[in-house]
């Protein structure tokens, strides 16, 4: 903004020999401050505190994460599925495996569904070929399963620390089917919801850790 003062010419004086600037006869002013300097110093100091903060923050997450190892496999070209035919009489199945996030119990009243997959088992649970149907389902925080048994407990190492996790089981008999279930308790498998019963995207740490506990939990208890 500017400001300007109106005066007899006589009562104004050049402030500095050829300068253009006017100040009054006999007054003796400061020396104008830089605030143009002052300002570009602060600002650099501001800009050269963030930088110096996402670089701390990106060597920060590269050391928490430094065991983590990632995988890339490249599908050069197609592959045709080998099919293998079975000849003779058809062999009815006497004990069947089943291990699925999704689940459904009917008699507790239990339901966590995110899609196709969960009306697929509740329709297995009642057509399936009569026979033991085993079931393996991680444990959800916010559903009520009744009374379980407890059954076993697994231990594995997940990121280079030993987990444990308890099983429990229930079982029930319809149409010929004798359908057992073990439901896997841990940490991190009861923090999640059944309105949300898949872990986010998987590039978070987190998710690759809850996949490994489940595979490697699945694979002791089918062993």
């Not at 009562?11 to 104008?32: F, H, I, N, Q, Y």
């Not at 697994?154 to 359908?179: F, P």
């Not at 986010?200 to 996949?211: D, G, H, I, Q, W």
Request: charged share 25%.
């Amino acid at each position: 903004s500017h400001v300007s003062i109106f005066a007899p010419v006589e009562t104004a004086v050049k402030d500095l020999e050829g300068s253009d600037w006017m100040v009054c006869r006999g007054v003796s002013l400061p020396p104008l401050r830089d605030t143009c300097k002052e300002t570009a110093r602060s600002d650099m100091w501001l800009t050269a505190g963030l930088v110096i903060l996402w670089i701390v923050r990106g060597v920060g997450i590269l050391a928490w994460n430094y065991r983590t190892r990632i995988y890339l496999s490249i599908v050069k070209e197609a592959t045709f599925p080998n099919i293998m035919q079975i000849s003779g009489p058809r062999v009815e199945p006497k004990h069947v495996i089943c291990a699925a996030i999704e689940h459904t119990i009917p008699e507790r009243g239990v339901k966590v569904s995110a899609g196709g997959l969960g009306k697929v088992l509740d329709q297995m649970l009642r057509e399936h070929p009569q026979c033991t149907l085993s079931l393996v389902h991680p444990m959800f925080g916010d559903v009520d399963y009744g009374e379980l048994e407890d059954f076993d407990e697994i231990r594995c190492v997940v990121d280079g620390k030993e987990q444990t996790i308890q099983v429990y089981t229930m079982q029930s008999e319809l149409n010929g089917i004798k359908r057992v279930w073990y439901i896997l308790k841990h940490e991190v498998f009861t923090e999640k919801v059944k309105t949300a019963p898949y872990p986010p995207s998987m590039t978070k740490v987190r998710t690759l850790r809850y996949f490994s506990l489940w595979n490697q939990a699945t694979a002791a208890l089918i062993r």
